[in-house]
């Protein structure tokens, strides 16, 4: 059974993406407070806005409260010592929780918001507290806590760039699939392989899956839903570094959201491709088929054993469609344009020929 949840902002209408966030982690949205005041300087939520979050937890038998809005961790702890039989988020780490299941990222930053959490409800008690061990107080504890967590924090960070940008070097091509949360997304890996009419969840780490395009092999990454709401926000990124790093290498963005499918594109230089449910596939294998060109090329060589090693690794490297064997070895091979400077260095080294002959229409 879902748990129930409570969401509290100060300007309405409230973000699109955040109640879908907060179904994400099993909890019913029961109720909605908005209250059109200043930021209170203790709460964050004005005085009156509380009081019916207060009830409607009552009311609802509600057990966690979201703030729609960046709440410092000052603010935190008084809402969570006023609030105190319910679990207190605000937009940031409502989107952490969720990504943290399987994001050890996501996880690491939530568990540092919870330690600095901790940490100041410990200073409010007095530093009264010690440690289990005794040796200091539990103030002291805790910032070596954070302190551990921010590395932790860092490494894991690099860690899931790197898995990223070290992973499918050799791939003809890099395609993102992108989507905002509350998004039932068709755009994902899947589309690519002829699977459109799967509505895939999002997963909360970018996944990439290789796909056979032609002679191509294209790296189609899944990434995680975004907060979308005109911008990607700042503190978003640094949960999803293997996202960003699948971005900087893209060559295309595909997305149901086509300002989320444009801003991406212009901001990391690729091109954009807009999906609806209706033309899928085919609208996408066309932009991937106008990105990703293939030529014939017809190579000979002297038939020497180092010969034979380059047939074959054209085999392994395109579409041979023809060989013959004699004094020399001639063969016709369709491959990725992008991969001919490689092949014509390849051909050398064998005392080889080569020469581009033309660029199949339907390959193009």
């Known amino acids: 059974m879902s748990q129930r949840a409570i969401l509290a902002g100060r300007r309405r209408p409230p973000s699109p993406w955040l109640a879908p966030a907060v179904s994400a982690l099993g909890y019913d949205v029961v109720a909605t407070v908005i209250a059109d005041r200043p930021e209170d300087g203790r709460y964050y939520l004005s005085p009156g806005a509380l009081e019916r979050v207060e009830l409607a937890l009552e009311r609802t038998d509600g057990s966690m409260v979201v ?64 440690s289990p061990a005794g040796t200091g107080s539990r103030v002291a504890d805790l910032d070596r806590q954070c302190d551990r967590l921010r590395d932790r924090l860092e490494d894991r960070q690099q860690a899931e760039r790197v898995r990223i940008e070290s992973a499918h070097t050799d791939a003809d091509g890099y395609v993102v699939m992108v989507d905002e949360i509350g998004t ?42 975004i907060p979308w709401t005109a911008a990607i926000p700042e503190w978003f ?45 085919d609208v996408l294998r066309a932009a991937l088929a106008d990105r990703f060109t293939s030529v014939v090329l017809e190579a000979s060589f002297p038939a020497t054993d180092s010969a034979h090693t380059a047939v074959s690794w054209l085999y392994d490297r395109g579409d041979v469609t023809s060989i013959s064997y004699g004094d020399r070895i001639d063969l016709s091979v369709t491959v990725p ?5 490689g092949i014509e260095r390849r051909m050398r080294e064998a005392d080889g020929r080569l020469e581009r002959v033309a660029v199949p229409e339907g390959d193009r």
């Not at 893209?250 to 594109?265: F, I, R």
């Not at 344009?337 to 400077?341: P, Q």
């Open 237 to 281: 990124e640094p949960v999803v570094p293997g996202a960003i790093a699948a971005l900087e290498r893209a060559d295309l963005v595909c997305s149901s959201t086509g300002d989320l499918a444009t801003h991406l594109a212009g901001r990391f230089d690729a091109d954009q491709v807009v999906l609806s449910v209706a033309d899928g596939r």
């Open 67 to 130: 703030v729609d809005g960046r709440v410092h961790v000052g603010q935190l702890a008084d809402l969570q010592e006023r609030l105190v039989d319910a679990a207190v988020h605000d937009r940031r780490s409502v989107v952490w929780a969720w990504l943290g299941a399987s994001n050890p990222v996501a996880d690491t930053r939530l568990a540092l918001r919870n330690a600095r959490l901790e940490r100041r409800l410990a200073e409010r008690a007095g530093d009264r507290d010690r």
């Open 184 to 225: 039932l997304s068709r755009v994902h890996s899947g589309v690519v392989l002829g699977e459109e009419e799967r509505t895939a969840t999002r997963p909360t780490r970018a996944e990439t899956t290789v796909v056979p395009i032609g002679t191509h092999r294209i790296a189609v990454t899944d990434g995680p839903a």
């Open 337 to 341: 344009e992008r991969a001919v400077d």
